[in-house]
């Protein structure tokens, strides 16, 4: 699966920014999708998933209650809303494909996923 991430940017702290991540397979419905991020110096951490089939979803709790992920399947296109954003939230975001159909459950770790997207950066400015 080829994975191509966008729409970040920057904004101010409360902002709000959409993030698309749109596959080129054809049966989409099959791929379970997570975003990733990462800050500078840090590790690459879970942000949020969707799983393939029923799209049953899973937050990081830093995140829980300001942002939502959703999937178009017709459009081959997972979204991640970001609402109420802050400083901390600022890094590179990526987006990644699990499609393997293994598991109904979200995966939280980079080594469950066998693709990835080039990555776009959200900057939050205080």
């Known amino acids: 699966v080829q994975l191509q991430a966008s729409g970040g940017g920057s904004v101010q702290t409360g902002g709000s920014l959409r993030l698309s991540c749109a596959a080129s397979?054809?049966?989409?419905?099959?791929?379970?999708v997570g975003w990733f991020r990462q800050a500078p110096g840090k590790e690459r951490e879970f942000v949020a998933g969707?799983?393939?089939?029923?799209?049953?979803?899973r937050y990081a709790d830093s995140v829980k209650g300001r942002f939502t992920i959703s999937r178009d399947n017709a459009k081959n296109t997972v979204y991640l809303q970001m609402n109420s954003l802050k400083p901390e939230d600022t890094a590179v975001y990526y987006c990644?494909?699990?499609?393997?159909?293994?598991?109904?459950?979200?995966?939280?770790?980079?080594?469950?996923?066998?693709?990835w997207g080039q990555g776009t950066l959200v900057t939050v400015s205080s």
């Open positions: 969707i799983t393939w089939g029923s799209g049953s979803t």
């Open positions: 990644a494909a699990d499609a393997t159909m293994r598991s109904t459950i979200v995966f939280g770790t980079p080594s469950e996923y066998e693709s």
């Open positions: 397979r054809r049966t989409f419905s099959n791929v379970a």
